[in-house]
């Protein structure tokens, strides 16, 4: 069946540290990845997605590369902000069958 | 164009209650789908519906229900409410068919049952 494994947290960093995610998946055929970030209080929005093998999804500084042959989607930052404390999500979607990872709590300290 | 909206926003019912939550998708989205969120279980799949059919169900006992209507607007039912019920109910909505389209998610419904 499909499913997502993702880092678990809680990660704190300080101001303008590199943020690495870590994503993993399991899926017959030919998943959908994506990246979500959910903001305290609010539902969950999408921050980038990645259709095909060695696709890159990027959006506001965050990329993450579709690795088909490490089954991985990993989010990465270079330069984390305090405004991107939140709770990030990995998800795949496969045959209508949409999954969520558990999700991981990114504290960024000024 | 409007985003996902779901109504209402907080509700606070007792224990044996019942509660229907209601979810208006993006205009032109027609597939529908529902989420339990906890602190502890996380984000948990409830069910999905298209074309005013369900299509795909969690694991979740009979007490949670749901029905799409032509319109493509869901409501979510839960019956005999229990405190472990107490989540924030997400509702998102997508272009159907295909795994190239995301979903995208209303600010949810926030159910305390005391």
């Known amino acids: 069946g499909n499913s997502v494994t993702q880092m678990e947290g809680p990660v704190t960093l300080s101001e303008e540290a590199f943020l690495t995610i870590n994503c993993t998946y399991t899926?017959?055929?030919?998943?959908?990845l994506f990246w979500y970030v959910q903001y305290p209080g609010e539902g969950l929005q999408l921050l980038l997605k990645?259709?095909?093998?060695?696709d890159k999804g990027s959006n506001k500084g965050f990329e993450a590369t579709y690795r088909k042959e490490t089954t991985s989607f990993h989010l990465e930052k270079g330069s984390v902000q305090v405004s991107d404390s939140a709770v990030y999500f990995c998800?795949?979607?496969?045959?209508?069958?949409?999954?969520f990872g558990a999700g991981t709590r990114l504290t960024v300290k000024p | 164009k409007a985003g996902v909206t779901q109504t209402p926003r907080y509700l606070i019912k007792t224990r044996g209650q019942q509660v229907t939550l209601s979810c208006s998708p993006i205009?032109?989205?027609?597939?529908v789908s529902w989420y339990q969120q906890t602190p502890g279980q996380g984000l948990q799949f409830l069910f999905e519906?298209?074309?005013?059919?369900?299509?795909n169900k969690g694991n979740f006992p009979g007490r949670f229900s749901g029905r799409q209507f032509s319109n493509s607007r869901s409501e979510m039912n839960v019956s005999t409410l229990e405190l472990g019920d107490s989540a924030l109910y997400l509702c998102?909505?997508?272009?159907?068919?295909?795994?190239?389209?995301?979903?995208?998610f209303g600010p949810g419904t926030r159910l305390t049952v005391t």
């Open positions: 998102a909505s997508s272009l159907p068919g295909g795994n190239n389209y995301e979903q995208y």
């Open positions: 205009s032109g989205h027609r597939s």
């Open positions: 990645a259709t095909k093998a060695d």
């Open positions: 998800a795949l979607r496969n045959n209508n069958d949409m999954r």
């Open positions: 899926a017959t055929g030919y998943p959908s």
């Open positions: 519906y298209f074309s005013e059919t369900q299509r």
